[in-house]
């Protein structure tokens, strides 16, 4: 037995000294090679660890996406830790005998739902003019569902949602941060320069970061008993706010002051008079910044709708599509490709360019769905979507129920921050996005966290009388 160990202990030795020879060679070749290759390991050993913290990295990256100074070297990176995150979940999953870790035993009829969705998917591939660009947002919507049932397995307790949560105030306020402090030089195709972080895209930077004003102002009021995580995220919170201004985003503008009047009417008695408070502070930012600091150009961009920048003739050629196969769409993957079958027709479009020369996305997350996959898929789409609403609203009523008033005021507002960053992606085809599928993923595994709590409070023997 003596020698057994002993002979495990020194392959492990020789299998660490092997990795080290192996990271050395690499940083001769690639010194980038090395860096990914060590910041790999790192992180599957916390994954294996806890997997609430690989997702919680992986949230993070997740925001990091277009990095300039990194060559684009971090998009493969993210790709990397989201397969790693995929195989520890794989598994957790497969090792643990806990039913409740497991979305599929817990949810098992929204199961179906989500398998139809991904099975509806990959068969719209069949009828597509172009069934190979269909893969990869086939590939692309399975690993969002994967993330959806990732986040089930990992958030279990009120800590891991409020860990879950701040990495996504974290990778918010990092996007807004590297955006407000390196500036675009040139205003590429737009007529002003705007802000894009390291998303890559203003309008969907701004989406993001609708969602990280709300949770990082839900944070400051909840992290009492931490006033330096209680100042950090009140700064997060302002630097998201202050990102969607510099992003010149209207369509981010309309998702914040959608989710601020949101945040009013479902914050509840105990939190109306704070949510009352913050609307009326960015309010004024917002007025104090386009009104004396932005530049005419940047006022009269946010402030003319009219200035043609070719949305409305994407969505009329969207419709157009959408008439035109109504039940089953064009195929996941072949907006752009069959977008210029539907252009000549009556009805004048401004901006054909967008259709014939450089063929655009349709620009509204929604209408990309029902013009790729018809109403058939459009409908799971937003089935997913309404699941998780109504897993938000649930969990925070039996947080109401039971008295706990830091996590029904997080429910409220994670139900907010979901909120208008579906409005923000009215104005975006942000159907793939990790951040997105993230929020929604947070909805069950919130609903999760109620029932326990509940559970454990019925449980509670009570207090007799005569002690």
Not at 26 to 38: E, F, L, T
Not at 364 to 383: R, S
């Amino acid at each position: 037995m003596a020698a057994r160990l002993d002979l495990r202990s020194r392959a492990w030795q020789l299998a660490l000294a092997g990795v080290a020879v192996l990271l050395g060679v690499a940083a001769g070749v690639d010194p980038r090679i090395a860096v990914a290759g060590a910041i790999g390991l790192a992180f599957v050993a916390l994954v294996m660890a806890d997997l609430t913290i690989g997702l919680c990295l992986f949230a993070v990256v997740a925001f990091l996406d277009v990095l300039p100074h990194l060559g684009g070297s971090l998009v493969s990176f993210t790709k990397i830790v989201g397969f790693l995150l995929a195989i520890s979940w794989l598994a957790k999953v497969s090792s643990d005998d806990d039913s409740r870790n497991d979305f599929l035993a817990a949810h098992p009829t929204f199961s179906y739902v989500l398998m139809l969705f991904i099975g509806w998917t990959a068969l719209s591939i069949t009828w597509a003019e172009k069934p190979g660009v269909g893969t990869t947002p086939l590939l692309r919507y399975a690993l969002n569902l994967i993330l959806f049932l990732i986040v089930f397995t990992a958030v279990r307790r009120q800590r891991d949602f409020t860990w879950a949560v701040g990495a996504y105030v974290l990778g918010s306020a990092l996007a807004a941060g590297y955006g407000i402090l390196n500036p675009p030089q040139d205003v590429a195709y737009y007529d002003v320069t705007r802000v894009s972080g390291t998303i890559g895209d203003p309008n969907e930077l701004a989406a993001v970061l609708v969602g990280g004003t709300v949770l990082a102002a839900g944070l400051a009021a909840t992290l009492k008993n931490a006033p330096l995580l209680r100042l950090g995220a009140g700064v997060a919170s302002a630097l998201c706010a202050a990102g969607i201004f510099l992003s010149l985003s209207r369509g981010g503008l309309v998702a914040l002051g959608f989710s601020l009047v949101a945040a009013v009417l479902v914050a509840g008695r105990h939190w109306r008079g704070q949510a009352l408070a913050l609307a009326v502070l960015i309010a004024i930012g917002a007025f104090a910044y386009f009104g004396f600091y932005a530049s005419p150009t940047a006022a009269s961009r946010v402030t003319s709708f009219g200035s043609g920048t070719g949305r409305t003739s994407i969505w009329t050629v969207g419709w157009r599509m959408v008439q035109a196969h109504p039940a089953n769409g064009v195929g996941v993957g072949n907006y752009q490709t069959s977008a210029i079958h539907y252009l000549l027709k009556p009805g004048a479009l401004q901006r054909d360019e967008f259709i014939v020369d450089t063929p655009k996305v349709a620009h509204n997350t929604y209408l990309q769905v029902l013009a790729e996959l018809g109403i058939v898929g459009a409908a799971l789409f937003l089935a997913i979507i309404g699941f998780s609403l109504l897993c938000i609203l649930r969990a925070a009523r039996i947080f109401e129920r039971l008295g706990d008033a830091p996590m029904e005021l997080m429910s409220r507002a994670l139900l907010v921050a979901l909120c208008g960053v579906l409005a923000a992606d009215f104005f975006i085809s942000e159907e793939f996005s990790k951040q997105l599928w993230l929020l929604l993923g947070l909805g069950p595994a919130l609903l999760a966290i109620a029932a326990s709590s509940s559970r454990a409070a019925l449980s509670r023997p009570e207090s007799s009388p005569d002690a």
